[in-house]
Antibody, heavy 124, light 107 residues
């Protein structure tokens, strides 16, 4: 069973930086290793709906990342296959970046596997 | 960017009811549509992908249909565990936007 365990949230001041991590395990299905996985970040502001943040392709598919307009140029998604870990580097944080952040992945369509979520609070 | 809308925003229903949630895309997305269920304080659960393919382990009372710009999620007979918020999301082209959600609560 795929498991995604997140770490790295917390309180940060506006303009600050934070890096979230997402450690993957249990990728045992043939053709679906952590290396093969395309992975995403989704966030949810308190009391609000889900917001797609971005996605990174596997290295075999080019390894590129794409981002939602509100975070483009400020957030960077990376993936260390040797450590089975996904990262979200967040710079120039704003108060409206306050949210629970989820890492996700899926194989056939949609995000089937989600981390437990980590709260990022941007406040002075 | 493709915008997603859902209706209704809130739906009050009873156990055993047939429930239908509508999701619309601002332009054609073929069948690149995903449905999720989320309960308070929990990560979402994948229900349906490619508009109508039931994800493994999801009860058969859930079904999805549609293509182009209009999609539906149907719960054939609402169960106590189904009171939750439901989101659609397109995965046609970046950014993969979500709908605003439909909360199904107790009538």
């Amino acid at each position: 069973e795929v498991q995604l365990v997140q770490s790295g949230g917390g309180l940060v001041k506006p303009g600050g930086s934070l890096r979230l991590s997402c450690a993957g395990s249990g990728f045992t299905a043939p053709g679906f290793s952590f290396t093969d996985a395309w992975m995403s970040w989704v966030r949810q502001a308190p009391g609000k709906g889900l917001e797609w943040v971005g996605r990174i392709k596997s290295k075999a598919s080019g390894g590129a990342a794409d981002y939602a307009p509100p975070v483009k140029g400020r957030f960077t998604i990376s993936k260390d296959d040797s450590r089975s870990t996904l990262y979200l580097q967040m710079n120039s944080l704003r108060t409206d970046d306050t949210a629970v952040y989820y890492c996700t992945t899926g194989r056939w369509g949609g995000e089937a596997h989600w981390g437990q979520g980590t709260l990022v609070t941007v406040s002075s | 960017d493709i915008q997603m809308t859902q209706s209704p925003s809130t739906l009050s229903a009873s156990v055993g009811d047939r429930v239908i949630i509508i999701c619309r895309a601002s332009q054609s997305i073929s069948t690149s549509l995903v449905w999720y269920q989320q309960k308070p304080g929990k990560a979402p659960n994948l229900l349906i992908y490619k508009a109508s393919t039931l994800y493994s382990g999801v009860p058969s009372r859930f079904s999805g249909s549609g293509s182009g710009t209009e999609f539906t999620l149907t719960i054939s007979s609402l169960q106590p565990d189904d009171f939750a918020t439901y989101y659609c999301q397109h995965d046609d082209s970046y950014p993969f936007t979500f709908g605003p959600g439909t909360k199904v609560d107790v009538k």
